[in-house]
């Protein structure tokens, strides 16, 4: 009870500072707090608030005097490092937003809580989380797991930092790049997709420190460094390669064979189809109107972006069953056989085994890089053969022409058709002077196989005769 009383007559004392900026708060949980002010241009600017909480003594269950002195010590010790900083930049910025105070592993460990607490929260935020624990060297998991070997650049403040800090095309001349060390999967060097993933994340923190939390920092005097981005994948599937899969699919639950094939006929992406409700489906199952779907941030906010999905005939023949066996057709449309909305993982993981089996069955080694989102490729490759690109970008989300191209994969062999038929056309077209019309019927049936071209000559003989 002493103990206590004493405690309780320490906090009720007129505690002081001598640093301007420092002061005591008894009430609630007893802190010493700093918070600065300064003035420039007849506008005042304050810093946040910022504060050292007492510890409680385990011994006596209440607080002590030397604990109260030791987080004064603190306050004023970062208070007069503040005001200094404020008076070597006239009064411009406060050294918690001065480049030179911050290490770039503050600036990701500070990043971290945010995240952790979500009071950063975004639509990628789980993928950066990851890879800020990557280069903190905290992963737990993967080929980068407990991997320090990022510390000595992250030990440098933020105005030392140098794009070869980051990734160099001299590894003896600057052997600590971060993407020296940078491990792929199995420990292989990671792919340039990898690598610009993580050079955007670090550019990301650093862009909401400056947005968010008043860093003083000229990204165009920390240049991250530009790297040759992959042309993306061209892999699409033919009608037998999707048939052989689906046919390894048939144990599957009937939700995860027709995600798959909304995948394939929309062009839909896997976490769209598995978010689809009733309420967004029209009601003869013709189109569904997606809301919120992926979309790029600007500026620290994401663009909420909507678009409308029109379904070929095997997608609305696939929903009016689906409809017609829904209780309350309200609600996910892809559920589970015990009631679940289905989840976008076992989609891929069924995908992923009916793939092996149907590569080892038909002796298919290749088909081990047909990827469940290739479905979008292949939707997008084959539609773009004969509609406008702006058409089917509607339909698939693309906002610009560069992102579109990545999804369309033609064959050689698709474009040397379709020349031709331009050409036919054109030949058709000429008029006065062009192609007679034996040579046109040359242009047109030499593009014809020889069955085909007995076909034709047979149906013309059969019309001669009727005439």
């Known amino acids: 009870m002493a103990a206590k009383a004493k405690s309780k007559a320490l906090l009720a004392s007129d505690w002081q500072s001598s640093v301007p900026g420092v002061f005591f708060i008894a009430v609630g949980e007893p802190r010493w707090a700093a918070r600065i002010r300064w003035q420039k241009d007849n506008a005042v600017y304050r810093d946040k608030t910022h504060v050292w909480k007492l510890s409680i003594s385990p011994k006596t269950g209440?607080?002590?005097?030397?604990?109260?002195?030791?987080?004064?010590?603190?306050?004023?010790?970062?208070?007069?490092?503040?005001?200094?900083?404020?008076?070597?930049?006239?009064k411009q910025f406060s050294r918690s937003a001065q480049a030179s105070s911050w290490t770039l592993e503050m600036l990701l460990t500070k990043y971290l809580e945010g995240l952790d607490d979500e009071s950063i929260k975004y639509r990628s935020c789980a993928s950066d989380r990851s890879r800020v624990r990557v280069l903190l060297g905290i992963a737990e998991k993967g080929a980068n797991a407990h991997n320090k070997a990022f510390?000595?650049?992250?030990?440098?403040?933020?105005?030392?930092?140098?794009?070869?800090?980051?990734?160099?095309?001299?590894?003896?001349?600057?052997?600590?790049?971060?993407?020296?060390?940078?491990?792929?999967?199995?420990?292989?060097?990671?792919?340039?997709?990898?690598?610009?993933?993580?050079?955007?994340?670090?550019?990301?923190?650093?862009?909401?420190?400056?947005r968010e939390w008043g860093l003083d920092l000229d990204l165009t005097k920390v240049p991250l460094p530009p790297i040759a981005k992959d042309p993306g994948r061209d892999e699409t599937l033919t009608e037998e390669e999707f048939g052989?899969?689906?046919?390894?699919?048939?144990?599957?639950?009937?939700?995860?064979?027709?995600?798959?094939?909304?995948?394939?006929?929309?062009?839909?992406?896997?976490?769209?189809?598995?978010?689809?409700?009733?309420?967004?489906?029209?009601?003869?199952?013709?189109?569904?109107?997606?809301t919120n779907t992926k979309s790029r941030r600007v500026k620290g906010k994401d663009?909420?972006?909507?678009r409308t999905v029109p379904f070929a005939p095997a997608v609305v023949e696939m929903l009016a069953r689906r409809r017609e066996a829904s209780d309350t057709q309200a609600g996910a449309v892809f559920l589970t056989a015990a009631g679940n909305r289905i989840w976008p993982d076992a989609v891929t993981k069924a995908w992923e085994r009916a793939r092996r089996r149907a590569a080892r069955k038909h002796?298919?080694?290749?088909?081990?890089?047909?990827?469940?989102?290739?479905?979008?490729?292949?939707?997008?490759?084959?539609?773009?053969?004969?509609?406008p690109a702006a058409m089917i970008a509607k339909m698939s989300g693309h906002d610009d022409l560069a992102s579109f191209m990545r999804y369309f994969n033609p064959k050689p062999e698709a474009i040397r058709r379709k020349m031709a038929e331009a050409?036919?056309?054109?030949?058709?077209?000429?008029?006065?002077?062009?192609?007679?019309?034996?040579?046109?019927?040359?242009?047109?049936?030499?593009?014809?196989?020889?069955?085909?071209?007995?076909?034709?000559?047979?149906?013309?003989?059969?019309k001669k005769s009727a005439a």
């Open 62 to 90: 209440g607080y002590t005097e030397k604990d109260l002195l030791h987080w004064q010590k603190q306050a004023e010790a970062w208070a007069e490092a503040e005001w200094l900083a404020l008076e070597k930049s006239k």
């Open 151 to 210: 510390a000595p650049v992250l030990g440098k403040t933020m105005d030392e930092l140098a794009p070869t800090d980051f990734y160099t095309e001299r590894p003896k001349s600057h052997p600590r790049a971060i993407l020296l060390h940078y491990k792929g999967r199995n420990g292989k060097p990671p792919k340039n997709n990898a690598c610009i993933k993580l050079i955007q994340t670090i550019r990301t923190v650093m862009g909401h420190a400056i």
């Open 244 to 290: 052989w899969i689906m046919d390894e699919m048939k144990e599957c639950d009937q939700a995860t064979r027709d995600v798959v094939v909304i995948n394939r006929h929309s062009a839909m992406r896997r976490s769209e189809a598995v978010k689809l409700d009733w309420e967004r489906v029209t009601a003869d199952n013709t189109a569904a109107k997606l």
């Open 303 to 306: 663009l909420l972006r909507e």
């Open 363 to 387: 002796n298919r080694p290749d088909m081990l890089n047909k990827r469940l989102h290739d479905l979008r490729h292949t939707r997008i490759t084959e539609l773009g053969e004969d509609m």
């Open 423 to 462: 050409d036919r056309r054109r030949l058709f077209a000429g008029g006065k002077g062009g192609p007679s019309a034996v040579e046109t019927a040359v242009a047109v049936l030499s593009e014809l196989s020889p069955e085909e071209m007995a076909q034709v000559m047979a149906m013309l003989f059969t």
